[in-house]
């Protein structure tokens, strides 16, 4: 009856601990990848690095121990350093690594986004395999989530960004319409630049009220502001509201709208 009983408390005592390890684990994990983005501890990120290497934590994706590494070599921790390495290789080059770590371990989605372009420019180069190309699809992915969550907070620039993706087609299906609803976005949340972009998709007379809002913005775009004046200059406009247009461009240092003012000015005076 007693070996029963102590068999039994054995058996509860294993079946308990093996109930926690996961929480534990999780918990500990947490802890370290805290220490080590949030208050910028090296050692922890070092330490996280080498039990994601060991696996004795599970890796949340293959690179996650580099770019623990690296954020611990950022930090100043000599030994990372050398321990980055290796993991550098995948990338191609060890500043894609640095890049990576701002997208996946600090969530930046334009670090993403560089990430998924450098990548996918070496691989068209031909100086990675296919594994280099998936992983440019990953960031690409997760570079589109990140800006779709920060443009529903209304931010344009994340909105720009989700647009950009959209329009490349990595990682995620080619989705003009959605490229140029997201470009459309930014330019009603004030991005001039998102402004300018979205006149040049549409061209022809219904491109002036974007390129005038692009260009009136603050700050203002002289690129936008020299296609406003050619655009109502193409539109056969007033000429005093062409030559307002050139001057405007000319004065935000546009070198072909002072090219214009000047001719201009140069006829003028041949004539009088």
Excluded at 58 to 73: I, S
Aim: charged share 30%; hydrophobic share 35%.
């Amino acid at each position: 009856m007693r070996v029963l009983v102590l068999g039994l408390v054995g058996g509860t005592l294993t079946a308990l601990a093996a109930g926690l390890s996961g929480p534990v684990a999780a918990w500990r994990r947490a802890t370290l990848s805290d220490d080590c983005i949030r208050t910028s501890d090296s050692r922890s990120c070092d330490t996280l690095g080498d039990r994601l290497e060991r696996e004795t934590m599970p890796r949340r994706y293959p690179e996650e121990p580099g770019l623990y590494f690296a954020l611990a070599c950022e930090l100043g921790l000599a030994r990372s350093c050398v321990r980055a390495q290796p993991w550098a290789r995948r990338y191609s080059d060890y500043e894609a690594l640095e890049t990576d770590v701002g997208c996946m371990l600090r969530g930046n989605a334009f670090a993403c986004e560089e990430v998924s372009n450098a990548l996918r420019t070496e691989h068209e180069e031909g100086k990675g395999d296919a594994d280099m190309l998936d992983l440019a699809r990953a960031r690409a992915r997760r570079a589109l989530d990140l800006y779709l969550q920060d443009c529903a907070q209304d931010r344009p620039e994340s909105c720009l960004g989700a647009s950009r993706v959209y329009w490349r087609g990595l990682g995620v299906a080619s989705n003009p319409p959605e490229a140029r609803a997201k470009e459309a976005r930014a330019c009603a949340l004030g991005l001039g630049e998102a402004c300018e972009l979205e006149a040049d998709d549409r061209g022809g007379p219904d491109a002036i009220p974007l390129y005038r809002k692009a260009c009136e913005l603050t700050p203002p775009s002289p690129h936008a502001c020299l296609k406003l004046a050619r655009a109502y200059e193409a539109a056969a406009a007033d000429p005093s509201v062409v030559g307002a247009s050139y001057e405007r461009a000319c004065d935000l240092l546009s070198v072909d709208a002072c090219l214009w003012v000047s001719r201009r000015v140069e006829h003028s005076s041949r004539e009088k």
